[in-house]
């Protein structure tokens, strides 16, 4: 959407828009560029062109150059080449979250009705844009490469859920560290995320969910690093709104194990592309879906290895864990288990009997915060929640 950008070791060598509102027959001047469009060098009026990296430039126009044929034939570039409007190539996708483009407007500040964000995610995402765009100018992306060199090293995030689940015999527990919610509002005023972190791994979390959303969850990365300075063992997963493949660069050097790609905003060439990004850096990238159409579109895509349900319609808010059993119904379960994939639990998560209603339909992770945090001890509210002690 906000543009996708491969390794260097897979050929591919400049951004490229997946999801804007530009038109590539149109001229840009670099005030114009859309966020996520890296044209090096690029400080004049040039059109965009897409062509394999062995193409050469005859016509002095910015050439966009990469290799894979996954990427070069893929239906989005070929629709975005044609002049598509690349949200409606989104929401072909069954993506009904628009993005803005306006790199310096935050979306209340919208005074066009046909402009006002249609749910809190859009809304979400739209200042997720301003706020990338604002960081990127401040810290742009080789210098956060050069930030993740000095990165404390990546720890197995994948294979701490599956010891845990052979230890427990229940699925393994992502305990969010979150101080609050857009509906809930603030969920723990004595909020102390190095003491939470420790509290939730002493009594058996296997890995550790860290918000870094500052407006709307009351996060940060400074929480992120923290938790990872201080000691805590248990992998950390970089709780996100995603929309740009710097977000991932910025979540690995601030000591992050794993990263949350959220298959409704994100179209499919972003999350081919940003999860060949997270294993160039050895990070595992939790996929989250939330209904049939985004299921299977993740299930199409090679080497998934994590995928979460959420049980919250993010659009509405309301919850229904129902929607795990229905998502690993029939074949769509039978493809997860003979993948290997692991299905993570998430949302509506609150009693012993919630834990046993989606193990049974495959999970085998969790993801739990809100039924947790709001606990006078989160750290011993986990026994009760899975109805037994699994620190042991």
């Not at 804007?20 to 059109?47: D, T």
């Amino acid at each position: 959407m906000e543009g996708i950008l491969a390794g260097c070791s897979h050929g591919v060598r400049v951004l490229f828009p997946v999801a804007s509102s530009v038109n590539p027959a149109r001229n840009l001047s670099s005030k114009e560029l859309v966020p996520g469009v890296l044209l090096p060098g690029a400080r004049r009026s040039a059109c965009l062109r897409c062509t394999r990296s062995e193409e050469k430039s005859t016509d002095g126009r910015v050439t966009l150059t990469y290799k894979g044929d996954d990427f070069v034939n893929s239906v989005e570039v070929q629709e975005w080449e044609s002049g598509m409007s690349l949200n409606d190539i989104a929401a072909k996708q069954g993506i009904r979250i628009r993005r803005s483009h306006r790199t310096g407007h935050p979306s209340e500040g919208s005074k066009d009705e046909k402009d006002t964000p249609r749910n809190i995610l859009e809304q979400i995402i739209w200042d997720k844009e301003v706020e990338v765009a604002q960081f990127k100018q401040t810290k742009p992306l080789e210098t956060l490469k050069k930030a993740v060199e000095d990165a404390p090293p990546v720890r197995d995030f994948v294979g701490a859920l599956r010891e845990s689940y052979r230890r427990t015999g229940v699925p393994a527990l992502i305990a969010e560290v979150k101080k609050a919610s857009p509906s809930k509002g603030v969920l723990r005023e004595d909020f102390d995320p190095v003491q939470i972190a420790k509290t939730y791994e002493k009594n058996g979390a296997a890995c550790l969910s860290i918000l870094t959303d500052e407006k709307y969850f009351q996060g940060s990365f400074r929480n992120l690093e923290a938790v990872r300075k201080a000691g805590v063992e248990c992998p950390l997963l970089c709780k996100e709104f995603i929309i740009d493949s710097w977000q991932i660069y910025n979540a690995r050097s601030k000591g992050a194990d794993a990263v949350l790609l959220i298959a409704g905003v994100l179209p499919d060439l972003d999350i081919k592309y940003m999860t060949m990004i997270c294993r160039e850096l050895g990070l595992a990238a939790l996929i989250e879906v939330h209904d049939e159409r985004e299921m299977d579109r993740v299930l199409k895509i090679d080497g998934i290895q994590l995928i979460g349900i959420n049980n919250r319609n993010l659009e509405t808010f309301e919850v229904d864990i129902s929607n795990t059993k229905k998502l690993l119904e029939g074949e769509r379960g039978e493809i997860i288990q003979q993948r290997g994939i692991i299905v993570v639990g998430e949302s509506g998560l609150f009693t012993p009997q919630d834990i046993s209603y989606v193990q049974g339909a495959g999970v085998r992770a969790v993801l739990v915060g809100e039924s947790l945090i709001k606990q006078v001890d989160p750290g011993k509210a986990i026994s009760g929640l899975f109805g037994k002690d699994i620190s042991k």
